[in-house]
Nanobody, 127 residues
Framework: QVSLVESGGGLVQAGDSLRVSCEAT??????????MGWFRQAPGKEREFVAG????????DYGDSVKGRFTISRDNAANTVYLQMNRLKPEDTAVYHC??????????????????WGQGTQVTVSS
């Protein structure tokens, strides 16, 4: 069984920074075989791709609304993926979920290709 557990969410003010983390555990989970992604969902809105990082070469991709402000990284020794969020805006308010998929060549932004999902961590940005 694979478990993804997010942490680090909270309430911040516009312009602040925040880092959320996601640790992957499981006897059958081989970290090096999985691309990782972050998605978010705000109330009444569809799920939105935030960022992704490939297992093979560490290449990254970002949603247009966060480019230049957010950075995704992975610690392969700790089976953990991070999302550093800078210059936060009220519209970044959402539940942030991490996700894992077997590594591949297709776009990191395709949510349906992810095999495992975390429960999410709430990020609230006040104006």
């Amino acid at each position: 069984q694979v478990s993804l557990v997010e942490s680090g969410g909270g309430l911040v003010q516009a312009g602040d920074s925040l880092r959320v983390s996601c640790e992957a555990t499981g006897r059958t989970f081989s970290w090096s075989r999985y691309d990782m992604g972050w998605f978010r969902q705000a109330p009444g809105k569809e799920r939105e791709f935030v960022a992704g990082i490939r297992a093979s070469d560490g290449n990254t991709d970002y949603g247009d609304s966060v480019k230049g402000r957010f950075t995704i990284s992975r610690d392969n020794a700790a089976n953990t993926v991070y999302l550093q969020m800078n210059r936060l805006k009220p519209e970044d308010t959402a539940v942030y979920h991490c996700a894992a998929r077997l590594k591949g060549l297709r776009g990191l932004n395709i949510g349906r290709l992810y095999n495992y999902w975390g429960q999410g961590t709430q990020v609230t940005v006040s104006s």
